[in-house]
């Protein structure tokens, strides 16, 4: 059986039956901390590189969330701890790394995938706090977290760090201004820093998905899906699982050689019609 940590009013603590780890020692477990992994996207990815034999950190602001994907990680003989932190905030984001090294051990890869609201408006009625709420999920969450692993990273001379990205980034649609904006600068981060890590070990990548059906995707016409299909040379949508099995190549210790590149998983859309 594997672990599970939650956070408690007085700290962090563990739980689960038996104290037994899952799979592997956590002194010979690479740990990946994926943020935004409580529900969508994340989700599928936690539970992936879980399969693939990391210890998770699953990360969300819903702890019954993110303690619900642990216990479905663990359910299947992996090691999680599930872990409730705000990435855009510095005090937070600090206390997570430093807990999630406590418990699992210190992180070896992070997935950088936490989003929030995402609102369609035209130019004129976007106001520069709209870029900032963007810009806090895709370019100071990931500033941040980076600067909280790098260090240990370097020090051990491995990492890997992989970055979530969008199609939106090549191809914004009309209403996307500030996400597709924040979007653009977050490829060039990740860009940036992976010439800046490779000497120490450390590799860093994008995926981008095209439109990949989630939670919040509920409200979606079938019109509207319809539609995108459409455009898909490989004539179906995409699922959780594409992104997952993307990230998890990335996140191997085969991928060492590959760094400063971006996946687009969007069954050939970006190759136009």
């Known amino acids: 059986m594997g672990r599970i940590w939650e956070r408690a009013s007085a700290g962090w603590r563990l739980t689960g039956p038996g104290g037994m780890i899952g799979r592997m ?6 740990v ?3 943020t935004g992994s409580s529900r969508g996207l994340g989700k599928a990815i936690a539970r992936r590189l879980a399969r693939d034999g990391l210890a998770v950190a699953v990360n969300g602001l819903a702890d019954a969330q993110a303690r619900e994907v642990a216990q479905a990680i663990r359910s299947e003989g992996g090691t999680a701890g599930a872990f409730t932190a705000d990435v855009t905030d510095e005090r937070q984001v600090a206390e997570l790394v430093a807990a999630v090294a406590a418990s699992l051990g210190p992180v070896g890869v992070l997935v950088l995938n936490a989003t929030g609201p995402q609102p369609e ?8 706090q709209d870029h900032l709420a963007q810009l806090d999920f895709f370019v100071k969450s990931p500033v941040l977290l980076g600067r909280a692993v790098v260090a ?3 020090a051990r001379r ?3 760090i992989i970055q979530i990205d969008s199609e939106v980034a090549d191809r914004p649609p009309p209403g996307r201004t500030a996400y597709a904006t924040a979007k653009s600068a977050q490829i060039g981060l990740a860009r940036s820093w992976a010439r800046e890590l490779a000497p120490s070990g450390i590799t860093v990548n994008t995926v981008a998905p095209g439109f990949i059906p989630v939670e919040r995707h509920a409200d979606e016409t079938p019109e509207t899906r319809s539609a995108y299909l459409s455009s898909v040379p490989a004539g179906r949508m995409g699922t959780p ?4 099995h993307a990230v998890s190549f990335l996140a191997s210790e085969g991928a060492g050689f590959i760094t400063g ?3 687009i998983v969007d069954g050939g859309r ?3 019609n």
């Not at 020692?25 to 690479?30: E, G, M, V």
């Not at 408006?121 to 520069?128: C, Q, S």
């Not at 699982?241 to 997952?244: E, L, S």
């Open 32 to 34: 990946a901390l994926v």
């Open 241 to 244: 699982g594409d992104i997952a």
């Open 121 to 128: 408006a035209p130019l004129a009625d976007v106001a520069w």
């Open 270 to 272: 970006s190759l136009g």
């Open 261 to 263: 590149q971006r996946i």
């Open 25 to 30: 020692d956590l002194a010979q477990q690479r």
């Open 158 to 160: 491995y990492g890997r």
């Open 152 to 154: 240990g990273m370097r």
